[in-house]
């Protein structure tokens, strides 16, 4: 089994690298205090240490369910399973249909195509346009697989967001062959103007809709969920037991006393949202400005900038690159084939403006030599 290109590359970044690697979010604006002040309080209380139930803490759940009924999706604590990161929630979903093809799109997340390959679901992958899947070909594959995995918000890697036209005609097609749907939407509040619907709306019977805090709070609570009907989600209850017993309570217990004083997450998602794009902007001026022949979409949220050189191979640009302490990932770490070599995908959040000048300013000069 090959290691995520991601995570090894995270282990060689020093605090002399400049890194445009990991989708890492800014680590200066974790509500680290907020959260504190929550851990003392649950502290106080010897019963937050004590196991929890399997499908999470019940007030947690209660809260999720609250901000997707106030999104227009209508939805009870019941229908919602806590888990140990949107990660996990991949796994405990794809062992429990393990027998499945599964129609992803290309590029798509590494984390999700490595965890498909370990749990020996047949991958087909379909081209992504700058407003989602293509549909002729995504209805093609779903002859063959009934099973699919998207993420419509922000992709990673490619940060495209699907039209509102194409979540509707997808959820028609996924509704028609009585398919399955795992939307994956860890950056969903990560907005820079106005938010979409998500296509689970609309087939709320057809889909896992999965969510999470690691881009809106901090990675390291590893705490995400699974926004099912009940008869979807009975059978991953059992996954979710014999895998880890229950989340970390702690952990969900320090979330849920945060999350209790409502405006401390709805100002800090408001701030998040203002700084990355702030973040963004100035991202995409520097790359304007110093590599001219970058072709790229503007996102209009989350945290990647996804485009292609030409006549460059990133694989090659990122080895010389590496010697000067700058990372990115090339994008043929994104496809099931490698026979993509001029894409690459840029993290805009997590490095300083300095930083972000900086770096680009050493790839323009390694791409300019190797085209030289
Ligand atoms: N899905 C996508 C699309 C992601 O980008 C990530 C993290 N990079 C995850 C799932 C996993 O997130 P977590 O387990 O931290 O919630």
Known sequence: ?????????????????????????????????????????????????????????????????????????????????????????????????????????????????????????????????????????????????????????????????????????????????????IEDSPYNKLYFHAPLPSISL?????????GSFSKSLAPALRIGWIRADKKLLEPLIAYKEAMDLHTNGLVQHILDAYLEKETNYEAHLEMLRDSYHDKMLYFTSILNELLPSFIYNKPKGGMFIYGKFKGIDTTILLQKCLEKEVLFVPGAEFYTHNNITNEIRFNFTHSTKEQIKKGLTIIKEVSDKMLS
Request: proline share 3%.
């Open 202 to 210: 609309l087939i709320p019977k057809n889909s896992f809709h999965l």
């Open 1 to 181: 089994m090959k290691r995520s290109f991601i995570r090894e590359i995270l282990e060689h970044t020093t605090t002399a690298s400049i890194s445009f690697a990991g989708g890492l979010p800014d680590s200066k604006l974790f509500p680290h205090l907020a959260l504190k002040e929550a851990a003392n309080k649950v502290l106080e209380n010897q019963s937050s240490l004590q196991y929890s139930t399997s499908t999470g803490l019940t007030s947690l759940k209660e809260k999720i369910a609250t901000q997707y009924s106030k999104d227009g999706f209508a939805t009870t604590s019941d229908e919602i399973l806590i888990t140990s990161g949107s990660q996990q929630a991949l796994d405990i979903i794809t062992r429990c249909y393990h027998d499945r093809k599964i129609t992803i799109e290309a590029p798509s997340y590494l984390g999700a195509m490595n965890l498909f390959s370990l749990n020996h679901l047949e991958i087909d992958s379909v081209s992504l346009a700058h407003d989602g899947i293509e549909i002729e070909s995504f209805k093609k594959s779903l002859c063959k697989t009934r099973f699919t995995y998207l993420i419509p918000d922000f992709q990673n890697p490619s940060g495209c967001t699907y039209s509102q036209e194409k979540r509707e005609v997808i959820a028609d097609i996924i509704h028609q062959k009585d398919a399955l749907l």
